[in-house]
């Protein structure tokens, strides 16, 4: 069964179908700078409109990209806190569209 949601893929082809924020920590942990340097997270589709990758960095940390086509946005930042990374992560995918998930209704009575 693939990911309800979205899927987090490692260049060294490890994958974990929608990750809790301890599962993207774990990842994130086992990244190292010589085979094993990313990890994507974007929906399970074929032309996903948003995605997130952290990569490690030769100076020490990782750059985090952000990109969200259908909102037009794109944030890349670095940090050295894995666990900072994990939860913001976690955050930002929240808030994203996913097909088939109930969105949130807002009613003016």
Do not use: C, K
Request: glycine fraction near 6%; aromatic fraction near 10%; proline fraction near 5%.
């Amino acid at each position: 069964m693939g990911a309800q949601y979205y899927g987090a893929d490692s260049e060294s082809g490890d994958r974990i179908d929608d990750p809790s924020e301890d599962a993207l920590f774990m990842m994130i942990s086992d990244l190292d700078d010589s085979d094993n340097t990313f990890v994507v997270v974007q929906p399970d589709e074929d032309d996903p409109v948003w995605f997130a990758s952290v990569a490690v960095l030769d100076e020490g940390g990782y750059e985090i990209v952000r990109r969200d086509t259908s909102r037009n946005e794109h944030e890349v930042t670095t940090s050295t806190s894995i666990n900072d990374i994990a939860h913001d992560l976690t955050v930002w995918m929240a808030a994203r569209n996913f097909p088939g998930r109930p969105t949130r209704q807002i009613t003016d009575f």
